[in-house]
């Protein structure tokens, strides 16, 4: 079975053809399935990401609330402050 590769491998080379680098060149091809399966993932992850994100945003405003109470002073943070604060690039 060896030999027969080996005299497949050696006319292919004879005609100007690698396949050897076209099997190497075979992994950066991805099927539609596989490529949708990965983007169903991503999207699963960032509306947990977005859930997590407005619980963290309702945690912070409910703080702020209780701040407000303590301290007798007006903080004007709602969820939306806290969002947009949170999503910032520092």
Known sequence: MDDALLKIDKMCHAIGFEPTETRKNQRVHEDI??????????????ERLEK???????????????????T?????HDKKY?????MEDD
């Open 33 to 46: 399935d596989t490529t949708c399966g990965y983007l169903l993932e991503d999207k699963q992850e960032i």
């Open 82 to 86: 806290w969002k947009e604060r949170l």
């Open 52 to 70: 997590a994100l407005d619980v963290a945003c309702t945690k912070l405003e409910g703080l702020c609330t209780v701040i407000e109470i303590l």
């Open 72 to 76: 007798n002073k007006a903080i004007d």
